[in-house]
């Protein structure tokens, strides 16, 4: 199962037998007061730094979210697409949970964005799966419903086949289906980081798309979040998780280590590549 995401000028493909694609999730005020003010300011200088220094940095697809309390998302999210689209060709993720602002910036995107997110929700699926099969965009599926996020493996995979069944009854193609299977933080819910491994296995046995995660949840409350980080995205990586959300810079190296275990990097082209980019004295 292939999951293609493009921009005018590069395509990149989401697949098991593909390196780990990374999605550099940078651009979102969440605990970034500087960002938060600029936004709304209607300043998008920090947005288009971001922008390339995650391209320099590895990313294959930049997420972009500008939710900020009180500000008009369907306004800004799409000013924020077109800056970054000026300044870097990294295919783009539109990252909101207002399906208005969604609009919006599909309606400027250039090439086959992802979009982040559709959930289990009834309000949800009624009015962005539609969206998503106007415009031929791939989308994240949260594995969440109208009686909130399931804990166990079980609540979670129900979540999943109800969002591909409502995808596929929309006319939208199993394989731009990319499912998020949520963890929680493991400082408050310590089942959780065994309960999305067993989720991944079992979606991917079950349904055979390709799924997503976001790492930084999981460490959340706990010190040296860089270390839990690290350990959970090779875990999900092998369980079978195709996609990551992450802050690049700091979790490319780890990844290309992994799929070069995971034999998702033929000859280590990729992982000596990056090596070679290395400043020398980091080299052993
Ligand atoms: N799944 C999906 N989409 C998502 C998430 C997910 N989008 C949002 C989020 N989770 C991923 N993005 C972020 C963005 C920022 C932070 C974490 C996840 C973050 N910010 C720092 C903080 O809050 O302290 C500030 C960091 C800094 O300044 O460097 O942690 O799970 N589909």
Redesign the pocket.
């Known amino acids: 199962m292939e999951t293609k995401v493009s921009s005018p000028s590069k395509e990149v493909i989401i697949g098991d037998n593909q390196p780990t694609v990374l999605i550099g999730?940078?651009i979102?005020p969440?605990?970034?007061k500087k960002?938060a003010e600029a936004l709304k300011a209607g300043d998008l200088e920090i947005v288009r730094k971001e922008a390339l220094a995650q391209t320099q940095a590895g990313a294959d697809i930049i997420?972009v979210?500008v939710g900020v309390f009180g500000i008009d998302e369907a306004a800004l999210l799409p000013k924020a697409v077109q800056a970054v689209m000026e300044t870097v060709d990294t295919p783009l993720c539109l990252?909101s949970s207002n399906p208005d602002a969604l609009e919006a910036a599909l309606k400027v995107y250039k090439g086959k964005p992802l979009v982040?997110?559709v959930t289990g929700e009834e309000h949800s699926l009624k009015r962005v799966l539609p969206l998503i099969e106007k415009y031929g965009a791939a989308v994240?599926g949260?594995v969440q419903d109208d009686d909130g996020i399931p804990k166990d493996a079980e609540g979670k995979v129900r979540v999943a086949h109800k969002i591909v069944e409502r995808a596929e009854a929309a006319g939208i193609p199993r394989e731009d289906l990319v499912i998020?299977c949520?963890?929680f933080a493991v400082g408050a819910e310590p089942a959780s980081g065994v309960a999305v491994m067993e989720t991944i296995r079992r979606i991917k046995a079950e349904l055979g798309v390709n799924m997503?995660?976001?790492?930084?949840?999981v460490s959340f409350g706990l010190p040296d979040r860089e270390l839990i980080n690290n350990a959970f995205v090779v875990m999900a990586t092998a369980a079978g998780a195709t996609c990551l959300?992450v802050?690049v810079a700091k979790v490319r190296s780890i990844i290309l280590a992994a799929d070069l275990v995971l034999g998702r990097d033929k000859r280590a082209r990729r992982y000596i590549e990056a090596y070679r980019q290395r400043p020398k004295q980091e080299k052993q």
């Open positions: 999730e940078r979102n969440t605990g970034k960002l997420d979210n990252d982040n997110s994240i949260l998020d949520l963890a997503t995660m976001g790492a930084s949840n959300i802050d």
